[in-house]
């Protein structure tokens, strides 16, 4: 099948007998994506290690797809390169890591100078700028791009989220333009209803060039930081209506629904109403969402974001949390076995005033989610002085609103406060975003303060409010820490009555050894 292919005229989307494009890893991702771009109008050329994923994945393609006369597999890689146009634009969606390197490594003998990798996987931004810099010495060209959206995003239209030179993103922008999802120009809302061969026309385009090098991967991990927090929020929401508020999966669900047309409007929301009403397919007599065990998997980048948060002395306290409360999900049978010896209160359910209680949970939910943005934001702000990107963060948050995991009518808002504002230091300081949590945080509060009266564990709800109450602080008791340094350790401190930069020291008069008596 391979060969038949192969001896195909004319292909490129300029008549040309070479194709417009190849990709290699015809897994979940790599397969949609092509055939988002075979929808779209260019021809692909297709690889993957193991022949045999290809070749059922083009006889799928032939039997199911309109666009499958664009689909060229190739079951050698010399092949596969010499069917695409030059400059060669290769795009690979593999496991990120040793993966990526591997297939470069293989590929390097056989592409020539001006060639334009893509790597579209979770790959570190730190070996996204090796990469790019290593390649760059032999002329080749490299972008690491984030690409959101699952494999329906990949299908249909996913966020896609490129660094790399500009050269690069002269060749690359025209597909990855076509392939985006869609928003609608004035309101933000996504436009929906490609099918295959049918893809979206018109809108505004989820994608843009980020910057050099790491950047696109860099903003793909934050998203993915942001994405780890935004679903932490609507877990903790959920337990709290069911813990405090008595109320049922399917109860929940059509609350996450109303949520769905304000303020909180995004696909998360409206999944999360999909997944609580759901039945179990084993037991329909149950709530699927009880039937899946309590134990969070994850992948890690919202572990890296976190990390890197604590690399550059960023507070983003909510992100890391959200990572945490996976780790401790995780721990189930010590959860199991502590339940049984540790004591707390007995949660007391409420049984009246149900509309007050919901509306205060929405009012957490909204507030914490503010914040947890305003972190993902800042740590980019710092990152980008760290590795020399001027990132646009209007353009970030308007290409995150279509297409990807957190999509939401919020980040339109977000847009507009960066638009306004290019050096806004903190989003919470954005007149719009200000209003909201003042008109809510009262409501934030008391939903805080109940979950610890009734032992509800709720650490991002919690850490995101105190990342806003310490953060508003004039004073915070750092300048005790900064005391107990310079006694134990003559770490110096900085005085309120003189410039920054200067440091001092107390001559402690007797300062105890750093030992505690027996
Ligand atoms: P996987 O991450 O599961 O990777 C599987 C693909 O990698 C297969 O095509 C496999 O080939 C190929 N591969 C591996 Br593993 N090692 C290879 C090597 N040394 N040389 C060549 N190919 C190799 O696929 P995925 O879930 O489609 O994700 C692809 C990328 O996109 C990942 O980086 C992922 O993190 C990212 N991503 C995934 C999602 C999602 O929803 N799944 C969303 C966003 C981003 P084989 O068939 O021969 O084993």
Not at 24 to 44: E, K, P, R, T, Y
Not at 191 to 205: D, F, R, Y
Not at 235 to 254: F, N, Q, T, V
Not at 342 to 367: F, T, W
Request: proline share 4%; glycine share 10%; with cysteine.
């Amino acid at each position: 099948m391979a060969k038949k292919k192969a001896a195909t005229k004319k292909r490129g989307t300029n008549g040309a007998t070479k194709n417009d494009v190849g990709l290699i890893g015809l897994a979940v991702m790599g397969q949609n994506l092509v055939l988002n771009m075979a929808d779209h109008g260019f021809s692909v050329s297709v690889y993957n290690r193991t022949t045999a994923k290809m070749n059922e994945f083009i006889e799928k393609c032939e039997a199911e797809e309109p666009s499958a006369n664009r689909v060229h597999g190739y079951a050698k890689l010399k092949a596969f390169v010499q069917s695409i146009a030059k400059p060669r634009k290769i795009i690979f969606l593999v496991k990120a890591g040793r993966p990526v390197d591997m297939v470069i490594d293989e590929l390097l003998p056989l592409i020539d100078k001006g060639d334009i990798l893509i790597d579209g996987g979770n790959s570190e931004w730190l070996d996204t700028i090796r990469r790019e810099k290593d390649l760059a010495a032999k002329g080749i060209n490299f972008v690491g791009s984030g690409v959101s959206g699952g494999e329906l995003g990949a299908r249909f239209g996913p966020s896609l989220m490129p660094g790399g030179s500009k050269e690069a993103w002269k060749s690359l922008g025209p597909i990855w333009r076509a392939i985006a999802a869609k928003v609608d120009k004035k309101t933000g809302a996504e436009l929906q209803g490609a099918e295959p061969g049918k893809p979206v026309k018109g809108g505004e385009t989820c994608t843009a060039h980020l910057g050099p090098d790491g950047a696109g991967h860099y903003v793909k991990m934050v998203h993915n930081g942001i994405e780890y927090i935004d679903m932490q929020l609507i877990c903790e929401a959920y337990a709290i209506l069911r813990g405090l508020l008595g109320m049922k999966p399917d109860e929940i669900s059509k609350v996450f629904e109303d949520w769905n047309t304000g303020e909180l409007s995004s696909y998360l929301i409206e999944i999360t109403a999909d997944v609580l009403q759901q039945k179990d397919p084993v037991n329909k007599r149950k709530f699927f969402v009880d039937s899946v065990l309590d134990a969070a998997g994850q992948k890690g980048t919202g572990k890296w974001t976190a990390m890197n948060a604590l690399d550059i002395g960023i507070p983003a306290n909510a992100i890391g949390e959200a990572v945490y409360a996976r780790c401790l999900s995780a721990l189930k049978e010590q959860r199991v076995a502590a339940s049984k010896v540790l004591k707390g209160p007995k949660v007391k359910v409420i049984k009246s005033n149900r509309k007050k209680y919901i509306d205060m949970v929405c009012d957490a939910l909204y507030c914490s989610k503010i914040c947890a943005y305003a972190q993902g934001f800042q740590l980019m702000a710092e990152a980008q002085k760290e590795y020399n990107w001027k990132l646009n963060f209007g353009e970030i948050a308007k290409i995150w609103r279509g297409g990807c995991i957190i999509r939401a009518r919020f980040l339109q808002k977000i847009t507009d406060a960066y638009t306004k504002d290019k050096k806004l230091q903190n989003l919470m300081l954005d007149p719009y975003f200000k209003k909201a949590i003042h008109g809510s945080q009262d409501n934030w509060r008391k939903i805080v303060s109940m979950c610890a009266e009734h032992g509800i564990s709720a650490p991002a709800f919690g850490s995101a409010l105190a990342y806003y109450d310490g953060y508003r602080s004039e004073v915070l008791p750092a300048n005790l820490l900064q005391g107990l340094r310079d006694y134990f350790g003559a770490h110096t401190y900085e005085r309120v009555d003189k410039k920054r930069g200067q440091f001092f020291h107390v001559d402690w008069p007797d300062p105890k050894r750093p030992q505690y008596k027996v």
